[in-house]
């Protein structure tokens, strides 16, 4: 965080800490499109996720056997995606609920710091279980086929450096929008 942004920040909090629940506005409509974007990108990711699940359970059950993708990685691979579909799903419905309009600022904001929590945690952990999972999948990758473990080692590089500079900057900026007040 840059030091302007966080001096901006201290700013509103000590406005908001001087006002009583009353004097503060929320700016609905800007936390109405911050809320109806991060429901779409819940709604993606669980799509996306049951999507993968359905594919490599059907590719189990089909005995479709991929050299480097042992059955145990793949068992390990089929619960992870279900499990993180059911996780976006339930995210998606506790923010779904959340009634901008009719709560109070207070609450606003209290609810939508306890969303921030899960999400973050819910990120952490499956972060954890795709670190795992490329932990038991890249030795077998590297025995089979150097070339692909490279290439997979590349697009991991690739995609973190993504989710750290254009992703994770656009989910704080969501999460910050849901909290907007009136100046």
């Not at 309009?101 to 904001?109: Q, V």
Request: proline share 2%.
């Amino acid at each position: 965080m840059q030091l302007n942004e966080l001096k901006e920040s201290m700013s509103v909090l000590d406005q908001v800490l001087s006002k009583t629940s009353t004097d503060i506005k929320i700016n609905v409509s800007a936390s109405q499109t911050a809320k109806s974007h991060l429901l779409k990108k819940y709604r993606r990711s669980s799509i996306s996720t049951a999507i993968l699940a359905i594919v490599f359970t059907l590719l189990w059950i089909g005995n479709v056997n991929l050299p480097a993708l042992q059955v145990h990685i793949h068992i390990f691979l089929i619960i992870y995606l279900a499990l993180a579909s059911v996780w976006y799903i339930l995210m998606y419905f506790k923010l779904k609920k959340l009634s901008i309009s009719r709560l109070t600022p207070a609450k606003l904001f209290a609810k939508t710091t306890t969303l921030k929590i899960y999400t973050l945690s819910g990120e952490i952990i499956f972060g954890i279980g795709i670190i795992q999972f490329f932990m038991l999948f890249l030795p077998d990758l590297y025995v089979i086929n150097v070339f692909a473990f490279w290439l997979c080692i590349g697009t991991i590089i690739v995609s973190l450096v993504l989710s750290v500079w254009y992703l994770w900057p656009r989910y704080i900026k969501l999460f910050r929008d849901l909290n907007t007040i009136k100046e």
